[in-house]
């Protein structure tokens, strides 16, 4: 079955520190991979997509996610956060062929200034 | 472009009585989504449109659960008899070609409340 799991469901950070959220896929063929935002009080947004090429791909406001296919992973990283980021983040799979996406449980993420 | 437009924002309903969601994609875009967001289940996809005509409604809870799209530009999702069960956040979303790979676009939602 397709499924999306990310592995922390809430995250505390000090502004400046290092972020990386988890993010795991189980889907059959060829996969396309995106990490949305929902900003509180505002619409889910897209950060950044995968479809192919490098698997190192960069986003809005300093993110970048890297795609490794051995191990099923898709996470997301910032070398280091504001207090602007503290929103809710969704990872999500979907292919070409199909009309719909897989959203993970989402991970929030509070940064304390 | 207004972006995807939700009505209405907050709905708050006692059990038993009808709710219409409402839903006017961007303008061009071909697929419409609708999605239920839970603290229990996070964001389910409950059924999606291409060109008006569903293609998917496996996510549907169950027959209280319907969901319409007479034109490009207007979609509802009906529940009827709406139970607390039902209480989350409900968006909309549209994208310009397969959901599966082009950016969706969401509303704002709307957040439902049955008591």
């Known amino acids: 079955a397709q499924s999306v799991s990310q592995h922390n469901h809430h995250v505390i950070l000090s502004e400046a520190a290092s972020l990386e959220l988890g993010c795991n896929y189980s889907?059959?063929?060829?996969?396309?991979l995106f990490w949305y935002v929902q900003y509180p009080g505002q619409h889910l947004q897209l950060l950044l997509k995968?479809?192919?090429?490098?698997?190192l791909v960069k986003g809005i406001k300093g993110f970048e996610a890297e795609f490794i296919k051995s191990k099923f992973s898709f996470n997301l990283r910032k070398p280091s956060v504001q207090w602007s980021d503290t929103a809710e983040y969704f990872c999500?799979?979907?292919?070409?062929?199909?009309?719909?996406?897989?959203f993970g449980q989402g991970t929030t993420l509070q940064v304390k200034p | 472009d207004a972006g995807v437009i939700q009505s209405p924002r907050h709905e708050v309903t006692e059990m038993g009585q009808e709710v219409t969601l409402r839903c006017k994609p961007i303008?061009?875009?071909?697929?419409l989504f609708w999605y239920r967001q839970t603290m229990m289940r996070g964001l389910e996809l409950l059924i999606y449109?291409?060109?008006?005509?569903?293609?998917?409604d496996s996510g549907m809870p169950e027959d209280r659960f319907s969901a319409k799209m007479p034109n490009a530009s207007f979609s509802t999702l009906k529940i009827q008899p709406s139970e607390p069960r039902d209480s989350a956040v409900y968006f909309c979303?549209?994208?310009?070609?397969?959901?599966?790979?082009?950016?969706?676009?969401f509303g704002p939602g709307t957040r439902l409340l049955v008591l």
């Open positions: 979303a549209s994208s310009y070609g397969t959901g599966g790979r082009e950016t969706q676009y």
């Open positions: 449109f291409n060109n008006n005509v569903p293609i998917d």
């Open positions: 995968y479809f192919s090429g490098d698997p």
């Open positions: 999500a799979a979907g292919s070409s062929n199909t009309g719909k996406l897989i």
């Open positions: 889907y059959g063929g060829t996969v396309n």
């Open positions: 303008s061009g875009h071909d697929y």
